[in-house]
């Protein structure tokens, strides 16, 4: 057992190494950003805001399918209340802003949704 | 009651022919030009009056309007172009009609063009992930552009050249600058063409083309509604469709 004090060595280096995101992210304080959502301008939400959070990709999915495919265009929000199903015309009416509300948590997540490629934001065209 | 070898042999050789000529029969039977469905709902139509559109000199009403209402990319050179609704030479839009000694203006005046929206529509069945298809409701070829994969077989199947293909990131171009907030853009990679302003449609106005027209020269309504002015048109005038030969029931129609 004389290579023991080796291998206790080589454990600590590997774990050091595993981790090292850890580590990193502490010393620059990147991770403990959370990220910060402008308030919209609205008071009311399509969906409540739970739902919004975890699952606004899955509406607008749905969305998307229904306008496009199916030429329906009328979202019934839980309140009853009536809504077009358009990303710039209703989202972003009360979200007026992409930087300061949709890149926040992607950009913290690292998630690239593409649609900007063709939608528009048009805060950025004025 | 006995069957001897030789019968049974023409028996049993008879029901052969019977079972392979059943679906030759069928085949022959499909060959035939399909009808204009006349299922319940909609079937959007347009009209076009060559004569009355000739008489408003170098207007580009409709197609500047259909253009910027749906942020059409214009980048200055024909590889790059992206067309929803264009001036063809009449040649170019009906070579398989007209001839030499035609009335002077048609035969050298432009032809306004674009989707057909055919009822019979060959992109239809090009296309591999069902991005384009046509509408059973109201007859509009339409396009789901989040579906595009730009293989472009659409652009080959389509005789009328209807459908552009973006080369380039289309908000590159000069013309976007001065961008329409309420429809969105394509990007590269993607295939587009007219729809028939179904976005304008779905609110009950009319497509931007027809309302942009000066002259009165396009009629846009529905087949279905026998009281409606294109088919008021349609009974009242004379009327050619482009490349009726190929059987693809092109829904746009010309007075000329």
């Known amino acids: 057992m ?61 969305w ?15 309140d009853g209340k009536k809504y077009d199903r358009s990303l710039t015309n209703t989202c972003l009416d009360c979200h007026p802003s992409k930087e300061k509300f949709c890149d926040q948590c992607h950009n913290y997540l690292g998630v690239k949704p593409y649609c900007w490629s063709c939608h528009i934001v048009p805060e950025e065209f004025k | 009651m006995s069957i001897d070898r030789r019968n049974f042999l023409k028996l049993a050789g008879l ?10 029969i069928d ?9 204009v469905s006349k299922k319940s709902g909609k079937r959007w139509a347009m009209v076009i009056d060559l004569p009355k559109c000739h008489s408003e000199k170098d207007c580009t009403s409709c197609v500047d309007a259909c253009h910027k209402t749906h942020n059409v990319p214009d980048f200055g050179n024909p590889k790059d172009e992206i067309k929803w609704i264009w001036k063809e030479s009449f040649h170019g839009a009906f070579h398989d009609v007209g001839h030499e000694h035609l009335k002077e203006d048609i035969l050298h005046g432009p032809s306004i063009v674009l989707c057909n929206h055919c009822d019979n529509p060959p992109c239809v069945k090009a296309c591999p992930t069902q991005s384009t298809w046509k509408r059973e409701e109201d007859g509009i070829v339409m396009m789901d552009w989040h579906r595009c994969i730009g293989c472009r077989y659409c652009v080959v199947a389509c005789p009328y050249g209807a459908r552009s293909f973006n080369w380039r990131d289309p908000r590159q171009a000069e013309n976007m600058k001065d961008i329409n907030l309420d429809y969105p853009t394509r990007m590269r990679g993607v295939v587009e063409k007219c729809t028939f302003c179904e976005e304008l449609l779905a609110k009950g ?42 059987g693809t029931q092109p829904q746009i129609y010309y007075i000329v």
Not at chain 1, 35 to 57: F, I, Q, R
Not at chain 1, 66 to 72: I, L, T
Not at chain 2, 27 to 35: G, H, I, Y
Not at chain 2, 210 to 226: E, M, R, Y
């Open chain 1, 2 to 62: 004389s290579d023991k004090r080796n291998i206790i060595i080589g454990v600590i280096i590997f774990i050091l190494l595993m981790t090292i995101p850890i580590w990193l992210n502490l010393a620059t304080g990147t991770s403990t950003e959370r990220p910060e959502l402008e308030k919209p301008k609205g008071d009311a939400c399509v969906m409540d805001k739970e739902y919004m959070t975890s699952y606004h990709m899955d509406l607008l999915n749905e």
């Open chain 1, 64 to 78: 998307r399918e229904e306008v496009v495919r199916n030429g329906e265009r009328e979202h019934i929000a839980p």
């Open chain 2, 15 to 24: 029901g052969t022919v019977g079972l392979a000529a059943s679906p030759a």
């Open chain 2, 27 to 35: 085949l022959f039977a499909s060959v035939k030009v399909p009808e």
């Open chain 2, 205 to 246: 106005k009319l497509p931007s083309c027809v309302d942009a027209c000066k002259a009165g020269a396009l009629t846009f309504g529905d087949l279905n509604d026998s009281h409606s002015k294109v088919r008021e048109l349609l009974e009242n005038n004379f009327t050619i469709r482009r490349r009726p030969g190929l």
